[in-house]
């Protein structure tokens, strides 16, 4: 049985949770005011709700991921050793996973606000959408952002039961930094992918303008997060957080020595991490400093 845990792990890839669990806790605690006024039982209740919201989520949408990929990963040599083309894992247990998490995700929404219910089911057809994108458009790396980018906004929505702006720009923060790092990851896959028609940035523009692309939109989310902090007046907090990450963007598109994939992979994942504990901390210390999520609005 712990086995068969350890091969669902590697499954959803469970370390690339880091990516977007810290700016839905950012959110989260921004969208609480910091839970001033919550007593300790409901807080746990809330924070459990929503890291099993997010780990269910995204558990969801990787596994129709390697569903949908099955017979493209087996075509290429970096991904023909997943699970399903090696038959590490059988299709029909796939399947169940997939099936049990949805159900969970949803059920866990509806705990947290009948909002975050209603939605619950329409958010999870669109993260299980993602992995169909690549078929037909090459803004699949950008979709994969979106999908991504949802969680800062359900965290606000699973605390204050309704929309607002402020989520809304983290996500279109996470489409442009995920956007950025799914393009330079896709181009390990340049010449397969073109190969087998399918539409990333790399298989379209070659890997030189693909990794000018992914700059750009780094560049884009920088100015982006410049933005965030002047409309909210988010204080020396921000632009502090804002700074080390223009920091390590600079460095990792243009000072970097070594040219070879997988370094620059392994580097942009620390990266990836790094950005969004920096967004999660920076959200957390200004609530913590003072900060009003009444001031929001």
């Excluded at 919201?53 to 970096?78: E, Q």
Aim: include cysteine; charged fraction near 15%.
């Amino acid at each position: 049985m712990f086995k068969k845990i350890v091969e669902f792990g590697h499954l959803v890839r469970f370390s690339h949770s880091l990516f977007a669990l810290p700016f839905a806790l950012g959110a989260m605690w921004v969208a609480a005011n910091g839970f001033r006024d919550m007593a300790p039982l409901e807080i746990a209740r809330i924070v459990l709700l929503i890291l099993a919201c997010m780990v269910t989520a995204r558990n969801s949408a990787m596994s129709f991921n390697r569903l949908a990929d099955a017979k493209i990963d087996a075509k290429n040599p970096r991904t023909a050793g997943r699970h399903l083309p090696a038959g590490k894992l059988k299709r029909s247990s796939v399947i169940v996973f997939l099936v049990l998490n949805g159900i969970a995700f949803v059920a866990f929404a509806w705990l947290l606000q009948p909002l975050a219910g209603m939605l619950a089911f329409p958010v999870w057809f669109l993260l299980l959408s993602y992995s169909l994108w690549k078929r037909f458009s090459c803004l699949c790396h950008w979709y994969l952002g979106f999908a991504t980018g949802m969680s800062p906004l359900g965290a606000w929505i699973a605390i204050r039961g309704e929309f607002a702006v402020f989520p809304i720009f983290l996500m279109f923060i996470l489409i442009l930094w995920m956007g950025g790092f799914d393009i330079i990851y896709a181009t390990q896959d340049e010449q397969i992918d073109r190969e087998q028609g399918l539409h990333s940035i790399p298989a379209k523009y070659g890997r030189k303008r693909a990794l000018q692309i992914a700059f750009w939109s780094h560049v884009a989310m920088l100015a982006l997060c410049v933005g965030f902090g002047a409309f909210w007046h988010m204080g020396w907090v921000w632009w502090t957080v804002t700074a080390l990450m223009s920091a390590s963007i600079l460095y990792l598109h243009l000072f970097r020595k070594s040219d070879d994939l997988d370094k620059m992979n392994r580097d942009f994942f620390i990266a990836n991490v790094s950005v969004s504990v920096l967004v999660m901390l920076g959200l957390i210390v200004w609530i913590c400093l003072g900060g009003d999520v009444n001031a929001l609005y």
